[in-house]
C-alpha cells in the first residue's frame, strides 16, 4: 500500500518550453501533496504544499507564476514548469499523505529528473 | 524553529559491518513525529520508520533498529551486518504537530563495500 506514482520519470526540453509533471497516489487519498525539488548531493527542498480543491501554498522564494500547480482530484496533483531554463534542471519529486491512515507519514515518488537544454 | 541534524555526510564499512547514522533534532513542539527514509541511486525515497514523541519504545525491523532518546534529543538508526544492498543515502526527517511540512536533514551517504 501507499504507492505514490510520477510521470514522466525523465523528462529533457528545449528552454522556453512548459514541462507538466504528474504525481498520482495510486491506492490512497491524498487530500495534500508536497512537491520538492532536490539538487545533486543536497536534501530535498520544499517547494509547494498542494491542497486538493485550494490554491497551493509556495515556499518562500518559489515563483508561484513559474512553477503551477493543481491538485485536482484526491488522487492527483500536476507541476507545471513553465517557459523553462536551464537552471530549472533538477529532480523533483513528489509526496502525498494518506488522508486515512496514518496522516503524518508522506509517501514519496520515483521523482522526475528535468533536463532543460 | 525545527531542525534536523545529521552530521555524518558519509559513511563507508565494509559488509556485514554494523553501522549506525545518527540523527539529532530541535523542536519546541511537545507533539512531533520522527522519521527515516532511504534515497537509493534510482531517486525514490523509501519510508523506513515513523515515531511520535511519546514513543520512546526502540524498534527493530529485522536488520534495521532505531533508537530514539529524547533526553538527547535523537533518533538514530542502526543497520546490523550491513549488505551492499543498504548503500543509499538516509534521511531523518521531522514533523511538528498538526504541521504538514517534514523537515529533513542533510542525508547521509552510505556506501556498503563487498
Known amino acids: 500500500g501507499a504507492v505514490v506514482s510520477q510521470h514522466p520519470s525523465w523528462v529533457i526540453c528545449k528552454s522556453g518550453t512548459s514541462v507538466k509533471i504528474e504525481c498520482r497516489s495510486l491506492d490512497f487519498q491524498a487530500t495534500t501533496m508536497f512537491w520538492y525539488r532536490q539538487f545533486p548531493k543536497q536534501s530535498l527542498m520544499l517547494m509547494a504544499t498542494s491542497n486538493e480543491g485550494s490554491k497551493a501554498t509556495y515556499e518562500q522564494g518559489v515563483e508561484k507564476d513559474k512553477f503551477l500547480i493543481n491538485h485536482a482530484s484526491l488522487t492527483l496533483s500536476t507541476l507545471t514548469v513553465t517557459s523553462a531554463h536551464p537552471e530549472d534542471s533538477s529532480f523533483y519529486i513528489c509526496?502525498?499523505?494518506?488522508?486515512?491512515?496514518?496522516?503524518?507519514?508522506?509517501?514519496f515518488g520515483p521523482g522526475t529528473r528535468l533536463l532543460v537544454l | 524553529a525545527q531542525k534536523v541534524t545529521q552530521a555524518q555526510t558519509e559513511i563507508s564499512v565494509v559488509e556485514k559491518e554494523d553501522v549506525t547514522l545518527d540523527c539529532v533534532y530541535e523542536?519546541?513542539?511537545?507533539?512531533?513525529?520522527l522519521f527515516w527514509y532511504k534515497q537509493p541511486p534510482s531517486g525514490e525515497l523509501v519510508f523506513l520508520i515513523r515515531?511520535?514523541?511519546?514513543?520512546?519504545q526502540n524498534e527493530i525491523s529485522g536488520r534495521y533498529s532505531w533508537n530514539f532518546q529524547k533526553s538527547t534529543s535523537s533518533f538514530n538508526f542502526t543497520i546490523t551486518a550491513s549488505q551492499v544492498v543498504d548503500s543509499a543515502v538516509y534521511f531523518c526527517a521531522l514533523s511538528g504537530q498538526g504541521a504538514q511540512k517534514l523537515v529533513f536533514g542533510q542525508g547521509t551517504r552510505l556506501t556498503i563495500n563487498p
Open positions: 523542536t519546541r513542539d511537545t507533539t512531533y513525529y
Open positions: 515515531r511520535n514523541s511519546f514513543d520512546e
Open positions: 509526496s502525498a499523505r494518506d488522508s486515512e491512515g496514518h496522516q503524518e507519514t508522506q509517501y
